[in-house]
Protein backbone atom coordinates (compact mmCIF):
# COMPACT_ATOMS: atom_id res chain seq x y z
CA UNK A 1 0.00 0.00 0.00
CA UNK A 2 1.16 3.57 -1.12
CA UNK A 3 1.70 5.95 2.03
CA UNK A 4 1.29 9.66 1.70
CA UNK A 5 4.37 11.51 0.99
CA UNK A 6 7.81 10.68 1.33
CA UNK A 7 11.36 12.86 1.29
CA UNK A 8 13.95 12.06 -1.49
CA UNK A 9 17.33 13.49 -0.24
CA UNK A 10 19.48 13.62 -3.39
CA UNK A 11 23.11 14.45 -2.56
CA UNK A 12 26.69 14.31 -4.94
CA UNK A 13 28.52 11.27 -3.42
CA UNK A 14 32.27 10.79 -3.53
CA UNK A 15 34.40 8.49 -4.65
CA UNK A 16 36.20 5.91 -1.57
CA UNK A 17 39.11 7.14 -0.69
CA UNK A 18 40.99 3.41 -1.15
CA UNK A 19 39.72 2.78 -4.37
CA UNK A 20 43.10 1.76 -6.17
CA UNK A 21 44.85 4.25 -8.17
CA UNK A 22 44.82 2.80 -11.42
CA UNK A 23 40.73 2.24 -11.25
CA UNK A 24 40.60 6.05 -10.52
CA UNK A 25 42.72 7.09 -13.47
CA UNK A 26 40.87 4.60 -16.18
CA UNK A 27 37.58 5.81 -14.72
CA UNK A 28 38.11 9.43 -14.74
CA UNK A 29 39.80 9.15 -18.19
CA UNK A 30 36.87 7.29 -19.23
CA UNK A 31 34.41 9.45 -17.70
CA UNK A 32 36.12 12.61 -19.56
CA UNK A 33 35.44 10.83 -22.65
CA UNK A 34 31.92 9.93 -22.47
CA UNK A 35 31.08 13.34 -21.44
CA UNK A 36 32.37 15.27 -24.12
CA UNK A 37 31.09 12.18 -26.40
CA UNK A 38 33.83 10.57 -27.90
CA UNK A 39 33.73 7.61 -26.09
CA UNK A 40 31.80 5.54 -28.82
CA UNK A 41 34.12 2.61 -28.72
CA UNK A 42 31.64 -0.45 -27.33
CA UNK A 43 34.71 -2.14 -25.15
CA UNK A 44 35.55 1.37 -23.88
CA UNK A 45 31.49 1.98 -22.92
CA UNK A 46 31.48 -1.38 -21.35
CA UNK A 47 34.14 -0.75 -19.06
CA UNK A 48 32.99 2.48 -18.19
CA UNK A 49 29.70 0.83 -16.95
CA UNK A 50 31.20 -1.52 -15.26
CA UNK A 51 34.13 0.59 -13.37
CA UNK A 52 30.96 3.27 -12.37
CA UNK A 53 29.32 0.00 -11.04
CA UNK A 54 32.08 -1.34 -8.75
CA UNK A 55 32.83 2.55 -7.41
CA UNK A 56 29.16 2.79 -6.66
CA UNK A 57 28.96 -0.26 -5.24
CA UNK A 58 32.57 -0.15 -3.20
CA UNK A 59 32.49 -1.20 0.52
CA UNK A 60 31.95 2.39 2.62
CA UNK A 61 33.46 2.81 6.15
CA UNK A 62 33.72 5.63 8.25
CA UNK A 63 37.15 5.97 6.81
CA UNK A 64 37.13 6.00 2.96
CA UNK A 65 33.94 7.76 2.57
CA UNK A 66 33.01 10.03 5.48
CA UNK A 67 30.88 11.99 3.29
CA UNK A 68 28.60 8.87 3.06
CA UNK A 69 27.97 8.33 6.67
CA UNK A 70 27.54 12.15 7.08
CA UNK A 71 24.69 12.21 4.24
CA UNK A 72 23.20 9.35 6.00
CA UNK A 73 23.49 11.18 9.26
CA UNK A 74 21.54 14.32 7.51
CA UNK A 75 19.36 12.27 6.70
CA UNK A 76 18.65 10.11 9.26
CA UNK A 77 18.21 13.61 11.15
CA UNK A 78 16.06 14.58 8.90
CA UNK A 79 13.76 12.12 8.93
CA UNK A 80 13.73 12.20 13.02
CA UNK A 81 12.60 15.93 12.24
CA UNK A 82 9.97 15.84 9.74
CA UNK A 83 8.45 12.49 10.60
CA UNK A 84 8.76 11.30 7.38
CA UNK A 85 10.43 8.20 5.89
CA UNK A 86 13.76 9.57 3.70
CA UNK A 87 15.34 8.19 1.10
CA UNK A 88 18.92 8.66 0.41
CA UNK A 89 20.16 9.09 -3.62
CA UNK A 90 23.26 9.80 -5.12
CA UNK A 91 24.04 11.92 -8.03
CA UNK A 92 27.24 10.12 -8.81
CA UNK A 93 29.95 7.89 -6.85
CA UNK A 94 27.36 5.79 -4.64
CA UNK A 95 24.62 3.51 -4.69
CA UNK A 96 21.61 3.88 -4.70
CA UNK A 97 21.71 6.19 -7.23
CA UNK A 98 19.29 9.46 -7.28
CA UNK A 99 16.88 7.46 -9.96
CA UNK A 100 16.87 4.72 -8.15
CA UNK A 101 15.39 6.38 -5.03
CA UNK A 102 13.27 8.15 -7.13
CA UNK A 103 11.23 5.22 -8.15
CA UNK A 104 11.47 3.12 -5.27
CA UNK A 105 9.90 6.28 -3.39
CA UNK A 106 7.02 6.18 -6.72
CA UNK A 107 6.27 2.84 -5.56
CA UNK A 108 5.79 3.80 -2.05
CA UNK A 109 4.19 7.24 -1.52
CA UNK A 110 1.48 9.37 -3.41
CA UNK A 111 3.82 12.29 -2.91
CA UNK A 112 7.54 12.55 -2.92
CA UNK A 113 9.32 15.72 -1.99
CA UNK A 114 12.25 16.35 -3.17
CA UNK A 115 15.40 17.76 -1.18
CA UNK A 116 19.14 18.47 -2.17
CA UNK A 117 21.77 20.40 0.12
CA UNK A 118 23.30 21.74 -2.78
CA UNK A 119 22.59 25.60 -2.61
CA UNK A 120 23.86 27.66 -4.65
CA UNK A 121 21.94 28.79 -7.75
CA UNK A 122 23.75 27.39 -11.38
CA UNK A 123 24.99 24.06 -9.94
CA UNK A 124 24.84 21.58 -12.69
CA UNK A 125 23.29 18.75 -10.28
CA UNK A 126 20.97 20.80 -8.29
CA UNK A 127 20.04 22.72 -11.38
CA UNK A 128 19.95 20.74 -14.06
CA UNK A 129 20.60 16.34 -13.62
CA UNK A 130 18.20 16.29 -10.78
CA UNK A 131 15.48 18.07 -12.45
CA UNK A 132 15.80 16.00 -15.79
CA UNK A 133 15.80 12.55 -13.40
CA UNK A 134 12.59 13.73 -11.83
CA UNK A 135 10.98 14.04 -15.35
CA UNK A 136 12.39 10.55 -16.30
CA UNK A 137 10.75 9.12 -13.20
CA UNK A 138 7.47 11.00 -13.38
CA UNK A 139 6.94 9.82 -17.00
CA UNK A 140 7.17 5.99 -15.88
CA UNK A 141 5.52 6.71 -12.81
CA UNK A 142 2.62 9.34 -13.45
CA UNK A 143 0.50 8.45 -10.11
CA UNK A 144 3.32 10.13 -7.77
CA UNK A 145 3.42 13.52 -7.37
CA UNK A 146 6.98 15.02 -7.01
CA UNK A 147 8.22 18.28 -6.13
CA UNK A 148 11.06 19.36 -6.08
CA UNK A 149 12.05 22.00 -3.37
CA UNK A 150 14.75 24.01 -5.06
CA UNK A 151 16.14 26.36 -5.38
CA UNK A 152 17.06 27.97 -1.81
CA UNK A 153 16.11 31.50 -1.41
CA UNK A 154 20.09 33.00 -0.86
CA UNK A 155 18.43 35.30 1.48
CA UNK A 156 17.76 32.44 3.69
CA UNK A 157 21.38 30.65 2.92
CA UNK A 158 22.81 33.67 4.04
CA UNK A 159 20.58 34.08 6.96
CA UNK A 160 21.68 30.67 7.91
CA UNK A 161 25.57 30.66 7.24
CA UNK A 162 25.88 33.96 9.74
CA UNK A 163 23.53 32.08 12.03
CA UNK A 164 26.57 29.71 11.70
CA UNK A 165 29.43 32.11 11.66
CA UNK A 166 27.98 33.47 14.92
CA UNK A 167 28.20 30.69 16.59
CA UNK A 168 31.95 30.36 15.78
CA UNK A 169 32.37 34.28 16.71
CA UNK A 170 30.91 33.78 20.08
CA UNK A 171 33.14 30.98 20.64
CA UNK A 172 36.15 32.52 19.62
CA UNK A 173 35.07 35.94 21.78
CA UNK A 174 34.27 33.54 25.07
CA UNK A 175 37.66 32.04 24.09
CA UNK A 176 39.89 35.31 23.98
CA UNK A 177 38.10 36.06 27.22
CA UNK A 178 39.52 33.31 29.38
Not at 3 to 10: A, R
Not at 41 to 55: K, M, V
Not at 95 to 117: D, F, H, K, M, Q
Request: one cysteine or more.
Amino acid sequence: MRTGQVIVLIVHGMIPRDLPGNMKKDYKALREKYRSGVLTAQNDLSRYFALEEQIRHWPRSERNDPFFFGAKDIAEKLADKSGLKVYLGFNEFCSPSAEEVLETAAGEARRAIVLTPMLTPGGYHAEEEIPALIDVVKKRCPETVFQYAWPYDTAEVSEFLAGHLNNFLTKEHLAAKK
